[in-house]
Protein backbone atom coordinates (compact mmCIF):
# COMPACT_ATOMS: atom_id res chain seq x y z
CA UNK A 1 0.00 0.00 0.00
CA UNK A 2 1.53 3.54 -0.93
CA UNK A 3 1.51 5.92 1.95
CA UNK A 4 -1.91 8.23 1.89
CA UNK A 5 -1.63 11.72 0.86
CA UNK A 6 -5.68 12.91 1.19
CA UNK A 7 -7.40 12.33 4.24
CA UNK A 8 -11.24 13.74 4.74
CA UNK A 9 -12.68 15.87 8.11
CA UNK A 10 -15.50 13.77 10.09
CA UNK A 11 -16.95 16.72 12.43
CA UNK A 12 -16.10 20.32 12.86
CA UNK A 13 -15.48 23.79 11.10
CA UNK A 14 -16.10 22.92 7.91
CA UNK A 15 -15.54 19.19 7.52
CA UNK A 16 -15.84 17.01 4.30
CA UNK A 17 -18.39 14.94 6.59
CA UNK A 18 -21.26 17.64 6.20
CA UNK A 19 -21.44 17.32 2.72
CA UNK A 20 -22.88 13.65 3.89
CA UNK A 21 -25.55 14.47 6.10
CA UNK A 22 -27.44 17.61 7.17
CA UNK A 23 -25.35 20.31 8.06
CA UNK A 24 -24.77 20.56 11.95
CA UNK A 25 -26.06 17.53 12.35
CA UNK A 26 -23.21 14.72 13.50
CA UNK A 27 -25.97 12.25 14.65
CA UNK A 28 -26.09 10.58 10.99
CA UNK A 29 -22.66 10.66 10.16
CA UNK A 30 -22.42 8.77 14.08
CA UNK A 31 -24.78 6.25 13.68
CA UNK A 32 -23.32 5.68 9.81
CA UNK A 33 -19.81 5.13 11.06
CA UNK A 34 -19.89 3.20 14.34
CA UNK A 35 -22.49 0.95 12.21
CA UNK A 36 -20.27 -0.01 9.62
CA UNK A 37 -18.94 -3.35 10.04
CA UNK A 38 -16.17 -3.38 7.64
CA UNK A 39 -12.61 -3.96 7.58
CA UNK A 40 -11.54 -0.47 5.85
CA UNK A 41 -12.53 1.28 9.60
CA UNK A 42 -12.50 -1.99 11.53
CA UNK A 43 -9.30 -4.07 11.02
CA UNK A 44 -9.18 -5.80 14.08
CA UNK A 45 -12.95 -7.51 12.89
CA UNK A 46 -16.36 -7.00 14.63
CA UNK A 47 -16.55 -5.86 18.13
CA UNK A 48 -13.13 -4.28 17.41
CA UNK A 49 -12.56 -0.21 17.80
CA UNK A 50 -13.36 2.03 15.43
CA UNK A 51 -9.73 3.09 13.83
CA UNK A 52 -9.46 6.47 12.59
CA UNK A 53 -6.85 9.27 12.06
CA UNK A 54 -6.34 12.06 14.48
CA UNK A 55 -4.06 15.05 12.44
CA UNK A 56 -2.85 17.47 14.28
CA UNK A 57 -1.85 21.01 12.64
CA UNK A 58 1.08 22.98 12.65
CA UNK A 59 -0.70 25.48 14.78
CA UNK A 60 -1.49 22.35 17.48
CA UNK A 61 -5.11 22.25 16.39
CA UNK A 62 -6.75 18.92 16.05
CA UNK A 63 -9.22 17.12 13.33
CA UNK A 64 -11.05 13.19 13.32
CA UNK A 65 -9.76 12.17 9.73
CA UNK A 66 -10.96 9.51 7.13
CA UNK A 67 -8.28 8.03 4.90
CA UNK A 68 -9.31 8.25 1.32
CA UNK A 69 -9.30 4.50 1.71
CA UNK A 70 -11.87 4.69 4.00
CA UNK A 71 -13.76 7.39 2.23
CA UNK A 72 -13.91 5.26 -0.85
CA UNK A 73 -15.23 2.12 0.77
CA UNK A 74 -17.81 4.41 3.56
CA UNK A 75 -19.36 6.69 0.65
CA UNK A 76 -19.78 3.39 -1.37
CA UNK A 77 -21.48 1.63 1.44
CA UNK A 78 -24.03 4.64 2.25
CA UNK A 79 -24.23 5.72 -1.52
CA UNK A 80 -23.00 8.83 -0.55
CA UNK A 81 -21.29 11.40 -2.85
CA UNK A 82 -17.67 11.30 -2.48
CA UNK A 83 -16.25 15.19 -0.66
CA UNK A 84 -14.31 17.00 -2.50
CA UNK A 85 -11.37 18.83 -1.66
CA UNK A 86 -9.23 16.47 0.46
CA UNK A 87 -6.81 17.96 3.18
CA UNK A 88 -3.48 16.90 2.20
CA UNK A 89 -0.74 15.20 4.13
CA UNK A 90 1.62 17.91 4.29
CA UNK A 91 -0.64 20.43 6.04
CA UNK A 92 -0.25 18.04 8.85
CA UNK A 93 2.48 18.08 11.75
CA UNK A 94 1.39 14.34 12.88
CA UNK A 95 -1.13 12.04 12.09
CA UNK A 96 -1.70 9.12 14.87
CA UNK A 97 -4.11 6.59 15.12
CA UNK A 98 -7.54 7.37 16.98
CA UNK A 99 -9.83 4.93 18.63
CA UNK A 100 -13.46 4.69 19.28
CA UNK A 101 -14.72 1.68 20.93
CA UNK A 102 -18.56 3.31 21.19
CA UNK A 103 -20.46 5.77 19.51
CA UNK A 104 -20.19 7.81 22.55
CA UNK A 105 -16.56 7.66 22.61
CA UNK A 106 -17.21 9.04 18.46
CA UNK A 107 -20.49 11.61 20.10
CA UNK A 108 -18.16 12.84 22.54
CA UNK A 109 -15.00 13.72 20.50
CA UNK A 110 -17.13 15.46 18.09
CA UNK A 111 -18.81 17.52 20.04
CA UNK A 112 -15.48 19.07 20.94
CA UNK A 113 -15.46 20.36 17.82
CA UNK A 114 -18.53 22.19 17.26
CA UNK A 115 -18.69 25.62 16.65
CA UNK A 116 -20.40 28.53 17.74
CA UNK A 117 -22.42 31.68 15.61
CA UNK A 118 -20.60 33.87 13.81
CA UNK A 119 -22.86 35.55 12.18
CA UNK A 120 -22.01 38.58 11.95
CA UNK A 121 -18.17 37.70 11.66
CA UNK A 122 -16.84 38.41 8.08
CA UNK A 123 -13.89 35.77 8.25
CA UNK A 124 -14.85 32.78 10.06
CA UNK A 125 -12.47 30.15 11.70
CA UNK A 126 -12.43 27.10 13.88
CA UNK A 127 -13.93 28.81 17.30
CA UNK A 128 -14.93 25.18 19.02
CA UNK A 129 -14.01 24.10 22.59
CA UNK A 130 -11.15 22.04 20.98
CA UNK A 131 -9.30 24.11 18.84
CA UNK A 132 -10.03 27.70 18.86
CA UNK A 133 -7.45 28.53 21.21
CA UNK A 134 -4.67 26.89 18.91
CA UNK A 135 -6.25 28.79 15.53
CA UNK A 136 -5.86 32.19 18.00
CA UNK A 137 -2.30 31.36 17.84
CA UNK A 138 -1.70 31.40 14.16
CA UNK A 139 -0.62 29.42 11.37
CA UNK A 140 2.70 28.56 13.59
CA UNK A 141 1.27 27.74 16.57
CA UNK A 142 3.78 27.38 19.32
CA UNK A 143 7.03 26.53 19.22
CA UNK A 144 7.84 23.18 18.17
CA UNK A 145 4.43 21.84 18.15
CA UNK A 146 4.67 19.83 21.17
CA UNK A 147 1.10 18.55 20.77
CA UNK A 148 2.06 17.24 17.34
CA UNK A 149 5.34 15.80 19.33
CA UNK A 150 3.38 14.06 21.61
CA UNK A 151 1.60 12.28 18.94
CA UNK A 152 4.45 11.65 16.52
CA UNK A 153 5.90 9.44 19.71
CA UNK A 154 2.47 7.48 20.06
CA UNK A 155 3.42 6.95 16.15
CA UNK A 156 6.81 5.91 16.80
CA UNK A 157 5.42 3.20 19.73
CA UNK A 158 3.12 1.94 17.45
CA UNK A 159 5.84 1.53 14.87
CA UNK A 160 8.24 -0.75 16.71
CA UNK A 161 5.45 -2.69 17.94
CA UNK A 162 3.75 -3.55 14.95
CA UNK A 163 0.15 -1.88 15.96
CA UNK A 164 -0.57 1.01 13.36
CA UNK A 165 0.03 0.46 9.61
CA UNK A 166 2.23 3.46 8.57
CA UNK A 167 1.28 4.26 5.09
CA UNK A 168 -2.57 4.52 6.40
CA UNK A 169 -0.30 7.89 8.52
CA UNK A 170 0.72 8.88 5.62
CA UNK A 171 4.25 7.29 6.12
CA UNK A 172 6.65 4.96 4.33
CA UNK A 173 7.41 1.62 6.31
CA UNK A 174 10.60 2.59 8.61
CA UNK A 175 13.04 -0.03 7.67
CA UNK A 176 14.12 0.44 11.64
CA UNK A 177 10.99 -0.91 12.90
CA UNK A 178 12.61 -3.81 14.39
CA UNK A 179 14.67 -1.97 16.65
CA UNK A 180 15.12 0.97 18.42
CA UNK A 181 17.58 1.91 21.33
CA UNK A 182 16.21 3.98 24.00
CA UNK A 183 18.65 5.59 26.71
CA UNK A 184 17.25 7.66 29.66
CA UNK A 185 19.57 9.52 31.07
CA UNK A 186 19.07 11.98 34.39
CA UNK A 187 21.87 14.24 35.59
CA UNK A 188 20.90 15.99 39.09
CA UNK A 189 22.20 19.39 40.37
CA UNK A 190 21.39 21.30 43.23
CA UNK A 191 18.28 22.99 42.80
CA UNK A 192 18.88 26.26 44.43
CA UNK A 193 21.97 26.73 42.81
CA UNK A 194 21.09 30.07 40.73
CA UNK A 195 24.45 30.84 39.38
CA UNK A 196 24.61 32.00 35.80
CA UNK A 197 27.19 29.18 34.75
CA UNK A 198 25.22 26.37 36.14
CA UNK A 199 24.22 24.83 32.54
CA UNK A 200 27.99 25.30 32.09
CA UNK A 201 29.63 24.37 34.99
CA UNK A 202 26.70 22.50 36.78
CA UNK A 203 27.21 21.26 40.12
CA UNK A 204 26.28 17.67 39.66
CA UNK A 205 25.35 15.41 42.38
CA UNK A 206 24.56 12.34 40.95
CA UNK A 207 23.97 10.57 37.36
CA UNK A 208 21.88 7.43 36.20
CA UNK A 209 21.04 5.84 32.33
CA UNK A 210 19.30 2.90 31.25
CA UNK A 211 19.64 1.77 27.81
CA UNK A 212 17.44 -0.82 26.35
CA UNK A 213 16.03 -1.49 23.17
CA UNK A 214 12.76 -1.41 22.15
CA UNK A 215 10.46 -3.24 21.82
CA UNK A 216 12.47 -5.92 23.68
CA UNK A 217 12.02 -3.81 26.63
CA UNK A 218 8.05 -3.43 26.47
CA UNK A 219 7.95 -7.29 26.12
CA UNK A 220 10.32 -8.60 28.49
CA UNK A 221 11.65 -5.96 30.72
CA UNK A 222 15.31 -6.74 29.06
CA UNK A 223 17.49 -4.04 30.16
CA UNK A 224 21.15 -3.55 28.24
CA UNK A 225 22.56 -1.43 30.78
CA UNK A 226 21.64 0.99 33.91
CA UNK A 227 24.53 2.73 35.69
CA UNK A 228 23.95 5.13 38.60
CA UNK A 229 27.17 7.28 39.39
CA UNK A 230 27.77 9.26 42.46
CA UNK A 231 29.91 12.28 42.36
CA UNK A 232 32.61 12.28 45.42
CA UNK A 233 32.39 15.03 47.57
CA UNK A 234 28.98 16.50 46.01
CA UNK A 235 26.51 13.90 47.72
CA UNK A 236 23.89 15.67 49.97
CA UNK A 237 24.11 16.46 53.55
CA UNK A 238 22.81 13.21 55.46
CA UNK A 239 22.10 11.84 52.44
CA UNK A 240 21.53 8.29 54.37
CA UNK A 241 18.51 9.73 54.91
CA UNK A 242 17.84 11.67 52.37
CA UNK A 243 18.90 9.17 49.72
CA UNK A 244 17.15 6.40 47.72
CA UNK A 245 19.61 3.10 47.54
CA UNK A 246 19.97 2.71 43.69
CA UNK A 247 17.75 -0.53 42.94
CA UNK A 248 18.79 -1.58 39.95
CA UNK A 249 23.05 -2.14 40.69
CA UNK A 250 25.69 -1.18 42.72
CA UNK A 251 26.59 2.65 42.64
CA UNK A 252 29.65 4.27 41.84
CA UNK A 253 30.65 6.30 45.18
CA UNK A 254 33.79 7.40 43.62
CA UNK A 255 32.24 9.26 40.38
CA UNK A 256 34.61 12.61 39.23
CA UNK A 257 34.10 14.44 35.65
CA UNK A 258 36.48 12.85 33.81
CA UNK A 259 34.88 9.15 34.72
CA UNK A 260 31.19 10.33 34.04
CA UNK A 261 32.60 12.20 30.62
CA UNK A 262 34.80 8.73 29.46
CA UNK A 263 31.08 6.87 30.49
CA UNK A 264 29.53 8.89 28.06
CA UNK A 265 31.45 8.78 25.09
CA UNK A 266 31.18 5.23 25.99
CA UNK A 267 27.66 5.13 25.57
CA UNK A 268 27.45 7.20 22.63
CA UNK A 269 30.12 5.42 20.76
CA UNK A 270 28.00 2.00 20.57
CA UNK A 271 26.60 2.99 17.06
CA UNK A 272 24.23 0.53 15.33
CA UNK A 273 23.73 -0.24 12.30
CA UNK A 274 19.75 1.12 11.06
CA UNK A 275 18.95 1.44 14.32
CA UNK A 276 17.63 4.63 15.69
CA UNK A 277 18.71 6.34 18.57
CA UNK A 278 16.51 7.83 21.42
CA UNK A 279 17.56 9.98 24.10
CA UNK A 280 15.35 10.70 27.24
CA UNK A 281 15.90 13.32 29.23
CA UNK A 282 14.07 15.62 32.24
CA UNK A 283 16.37 18.85 32.16
CA UNK A 284 17.62 18.99 29.09
CA UNK A 285 19.74 22.12 29.30
CA UNK A 286 21.69 20.34 31.54
CA UNK A 287 22.37 17.05 29.93
CA UNK A 288 22.75 18.38 26.70
CA UNK A 289 25.52 20.50 28.30
CA UNK A 290 26.75 16.97 30.31
CA UNK A 291 26.72 15.33 26.73
CA UNK A 292 28.38 18.29 24.87
CA UNK A 293 31.58 18.47 27.21
CA UNK A 294 31.93 14.78 27.34
CA UNK A 295 32.34 15.29 23.54
CA UNK A 296 28.82 14.09 21.87
CA UNK A 297 27.54 16.08 19.08
CA UNK A 298 24.23 17.13 20.60
CA UNK A 299 23.68 20.01 17.74
CA UNK A 300 22.89 17.05 15.50
CA UNK A 301 20.02 15.96 17.64
CA UNK A 302 16.82 16.29 16.23
CA UNK A 303 13.44 15.44 17.44
CA UNK A 304 11.29 12.11 16.59
CA UNK A 305 9.31 13.50 13.72
CA UNK A 306 12.84 13.51 11.75
CA UNK A 307 12.59 9.40 11.81
CA UNK A 308 9.22 9.43 9.87
CA UNK A 309 9.71 9.59 5.98
CA UNK A 310 6.50 10.72 3.63
CA UNK A 311 6.97 9.74 -0.15
CA UNK A 312 8.37 7.23 -1.77
CA UNK A 313 10.96 4.72 -0.34
CA UNK A 314 14.27 5.17 -0.29
CA UNK A 315 17.30 3.18 0.46
CA UNK A 316 18.46 4.11 4.09
CA UNK A 317 21.93 4.52 5.17
CA UNK A 318 23.83 3.53 8.58
CA UNK A 319 23.70 6.14 11.57
CA UNK A 320 25.65 8.79 11.95
CA UNK A 321 27.62 8.56 14.90
CA UNK A 322 26.96 10.71 17.61
CA UNK A 323 30.55 12.11 17.88
CA UNK A 324 31.17 12.37 14.32
CA UNK A 325 30.45 15.90 12.49
CA UNK A 326 26.80 17.19 12.51
CA UNK A 327 24.63 15.65 9.43
CA UNK A 328 22.61 17.36 7.13
CA UNK A 329 19.28 17.80 8.81
CA UNK A 330 16.17 16.78 6.90
CA UNK A 331 12.94 17.84 7.88
CA UNK A 332 11.31 14.07 7.04
CA UNK A 333 12.62 10.69 8.29
CA UNK A 334 12.67 7.37 7.48
CA UNK A 335 10.52 5.76 4.88
CA UNK A 336 7.93 3.23 4.59
CA UNK A 337 5.95 0.82 2.75
CA UNK A 338 2.93 -1.33 4.05
CA UNK A 339 0.25 -3.93 4.13
CA UNK A 340 -2.05 -4.81 2.33
CA UNK A 341 -4.99 -2.23 3.70
CA UNK A 342 -7.33 -4.95 4.45
CA UNK A 343 -4.25 -5.53 7.16
CA UNK A 344 -3.96 -2.03 8.03
CA UNK A 345 -3.71 -1.99 11.85
CA UNK A 346 -4.36 -4.29 14.55
CA UNK A 347 -6.77 -3.60 17.14
CA UNK A 348 -4.70 -2.39 20.50
CA UNK A 349 -6.32 -3.22 23.50
CA UNK A 350 -3.93 -0.86 25.76
CA UNK A 351 -6.45 1.93 24.55
CA UNK A 352 -9.30 0.33 26.57
CA UNK A 353 -7.25 -0.29 29.93
CA UNK A 354 -5.91 2.49 32.29
CA UNK A 355 -3.21 4.11 29.70
CA UNK A 356 -1.22 5.31 32.96
CA UNK A 357 -0.17 2.55 34.68
CA UNK A 358 3.91 1.96 35.30
CA UNK A 359 5.30 -1.48 34.32
CA UNK A 360 7.91 -3.17 36.26
CA UNK A 361 10.70 -4.01 35.05
CA UNK A 362 12.92 -6.66 34.78
CA UNK A 363 16.66 -6.38 36.09
CA UNK A 364 19.31 -6.04 33.68
CA UNK A 365 19.86 -8.80 31.46
CA UNK A 366 22.32 -9.95 28.41
CA UNK A 367 23.62 -7.02 26.59
CA UNK A 368 22.75 -5.89 23.19
CA UNK A 369 25.79 -6.04 20.68
CA UNK A 370 26.19 -2.32 19.00
CA UNK A 371 29.52 -2.04 16.53
CA UNK A 372 30.58 1.37 15.44
CA UNK A 373 30.81 1.56 11.71
CA UNK A 374 32.82 4.66 10.70
CA UNK A 375 33.49 4.22 6.97
CA UNK A 376 32.75 6.60 4.44
CA UNK A 377 30.28 6.45 1.87
CA UNK A 378 30.82 7.26 -1.55
CA UNK A 379 29.20 9.87 -3.97
CA UNK A 380 27.56 6.89 -5.55
CA UNK A 381 26.30 5.49 -2.72
CA UNK A 382 24.97 8.29 -1.34
CA UNK A 383 22.08 8.90 -4.26
CA UNK A 384 18.68 8.55 -3.23
CA UNK A 385 19.94 7.77 0.73
CA UNK A 386 18.25 9.39 4.25
CA UNK A 387 20.46 9.14 6.94
CA UNK A 388 19.09 8.67 9.89
CA UNK A 389 20.04 11.25 12.80
CA UNK A 390 22.90 10.83 15.19
CA UNK A 391 19.72 10.84 17.92
CA UNK A 392 16.32 11.97 18.60
CA UNK A 393 15.93 13.87 21.80
CA UNK A 394 12.88 13.97 24.42
CA UNK A 395 12.34 15.88 26.84
CA UNK A 396 10.23 13.96 28.74
CA UNK A 397 9.16 17.08 31.33
CA UNK A 398 7.84 18.73 28.40
CA UNK A 399 5.85 16.09 27.36
CA UNK A 400 3.90 16.16 30.62
CA UNK A 401 3.28 19.53 30.70
CA UNK A 402 2.11 19.41 27.42
CA UNK A 403 0.02 16.46 28.56
CA UNK A 404 -1.52 17.89 32.02
CA UNK A 405 -1.50 21.77 30.26
CA UNK A 406 0.62 22.97 32.90
CA UNK A 407 2.77 25.41 32.80
CA UNK A 408 5.39 23.73 35.42
CA UNK A 409 5.74 20.56 36.79
CA UNK A 410 8.70 20.84 39.44
CA UNK A 411 12.55 20.30 39.53
CA UNK A 412 12.77 16.36 40.12
CA UNK A 413 11.41 13.32 37.79
CA UNK A 414 9.32 12.42 40.40
CA UNK A 415 7.73 15.89 40.94
CA UNK A 416 6.89 15.40 37.01
CA UNK A 417 5.46 11.67 37.72
CA UNK A 418 3.37 13.44 39.98
CA UNK A 419 1.80 16.03 38.08
CA UNK A 420 0.70 13.02 35.62
CA UNK A 421 -1.09 11.05 38.29
CA UNK A 422 1.92 8.62 38.80
CA UNK A 423 2.79 7.80 42.01
CA UNK A 424 6.04 8.84 43.38
CA UNK A 425 8.47 10.19 46.25
CA UNK A 426 10.36 13.41 45.39
CA UNK A 427 12.00 13.32 48.90
CA UNK A 428 14.34 10.64 48.12
CA UNK A 429 16.65 11.01 44.92
CA UNK A 430 18.47 8.86 43.16
CA UNK A 431 19.56 9.32 39.79
CA UNK A 432 19.96 6.21 39.28
CA UNK A 433 16.26 4.90 39.94
CA UNK A 434 14.89 8.11 38.49
CA UNK A 435 16.25 7.30 34.98
CA UNK A 436 13.69 3.94 35.29
CA UNK A 437 11.03 6.13 36.13
CA UNK A 438 11.55 8.43 33.11
CA UNK A 439 11.76 5.48 31.08
CA UNK A 440 8.23 4.43 32.56
CA UNK A 441 6.81 8.14 32.48
CA UNK A 442 7.45 8.04 28.67
CA UNK A 443 6.09 4.26 27.89
CA UNK A 444 3.69 5.18 29.70
CA UNK A 445 2.29 8.27 27.45
CA UNK A 446 3.21 6.96 24.03
CA UNK A 447 1.28 3.80 24.45
CA UNK A 448 -1.82 5.66 25.48
CA UNK A 449 -4.30 6.99 23.70
CA UNK A 450 -4.19 10.13 22.01
CA UNK A 451 -3.26 13.31 23.99
CA UNK A 452 -6.83 14.90 24.77
CA UNK A 453 -8.35 11.90 25.82
CA UNK A 454 -4.82 10.94 27.77
CA UNK A 455 -5.20 14.30 29.70
CA UNK A 456 -8.85 13.31 30.61
CA UNK A 457 -8.00 10.11 31.90
CA UNK A 458 -5.28 10.64 33.76
CA UNK A 459 -7.49 14.02 35.66
CA UNK A 460 -10.23 11.11 36.35
CA UNK A 461 -7.62 9.40 38.36
CA UNK A 462 -5.77 12.20 40.79
CA UNK A 463 -3.31 10.72 43.36
CA UNK A 464 -2.72 14.43 44.51
CA UNK A 465 -5.15 17.62 45.15
CA UNK A 466 -5.56 19.74 41.58
CA UNK A 467 -2.61 22.49 41.04
CA UNK A 468 -3.02 25.89 40.62
CA UNK A 469 -1.71 25.64 37.38
CA UNK A 470 -3.95 23.22 36.14
CA UNK A 471 -6.54 24.83 34.11
CA UNK A 472 -9.49 25.82 36.21
CA UNK A 473 -11.91 23.06 34.58
CA UNK A 474 -14.40 21.46 37.31
CA UNK A 475 -14.66 18.16 35.33
CA UNK A 476 -18.79 17.26 35.33
CA UNK A 477 -19.60 20.56 37.10
CA UNK A 478 -21.43 22.19 34.71
CA UNK A 479 -22.78 20.24 31.09
CA UNK A 480 -22.09 23.66 29.36
CA UNK A 481 -18.14 23.16 29.77
CA UNK A 482 -16.36 21.14 27.84
CA UNK A 483 -13.04 20.40 29.64
CA UNK A 484 -10.91 21.16 26.12
CA UNK A 485 -12.20 24.32 26.36
CA UNK A 486 -8.96 26.04 27.06
CA UNK A 487 -6.31 28.44 26.29
CA UNK A 488 -2.88 27.06 25.56
CA UNK A 489 -0.56 28.29 28.38
CA UNK A 490 1.89 29.47 26.03
CA UNK A 491 -1.30 31.61 24.77
CA UNK A 492 -1.93 32.68 28.26
CA UNK A 493 1.49 33.51 29.42
CA UNK A 494 1.52 36.04 26.36
CA UNK A 495 -1.76 38.00 27.68
CA UNK A 496 -3.94 36.20 25.38
CA UNK A 497 -7.74 35.37 27.14
CA UNK A 498 -10.53 32.99 26.23
CA UNK A 499 -13.25 33.97 24.00
CA UNK A 500 -16.53 35.13 25.64
CA UNK A 501 -19.09 31.97 25.49
CA UNK A 502 -21.82 31.89 23.20
CA UNK A 503 -24.98 30.43 22.13
CA UNK A 504 -24.28 27.38 20.09
CA UNK A 505 -25.89 27.95 16.92
CA UNK A 506 -26.75 25.58 14.32
CA UNK A 507 -27.83 27.83 11.45
CA UNK A 508 -24.93 29.82 10.79
CA UNK A 509 -20.86 29.64 11.77
Not at 5 to 19: P, V
Not at 133 to 149: T, Y
Amino acid sequence: MEPETDYYQIGGFRAHSEEWFQMYDDKPTIDAIMNYEGRELRPGGTGAPIELVLGILHNGASYVLMTSHQMWAFTRKHRLRPPRRPWKVDRFASLSPIYFATKNDLQDKLKTYKVKSQKNKKDKEDNSPANRGFIQLGERGAPGNPRADFENQRVLYRMFMKSATAGALGLINPPWANAVRVISIVVNTWHKDRRRERYDSPSIIDVGWTDVMMPQHVESGQVTETVHIKMKGLALTNEKENDAPFEHGTTNQEGTVDILYSEMRRLFTHDATNVPLVVLVHDEEIVRGVLARSGIDVGSFTPVAALFQRGQPQKLLHRRSSRSPSPRRLNAGPSHSSRDYERRWKHEPRDDVKPFSVKQEGRSSSSVCIKEDGKKLGPSQQNGTIPLPAGCIVNVQNMVRTLMRVAQTGPSVQATAQRMNISANPRLPCAGNECHLLLNMWISMIEGRPIDEQWLDRLAHPIQPPSPTIDPVQLGADEDIDPNDYIPPSMRNAGGTAAQEDDWSDDDW
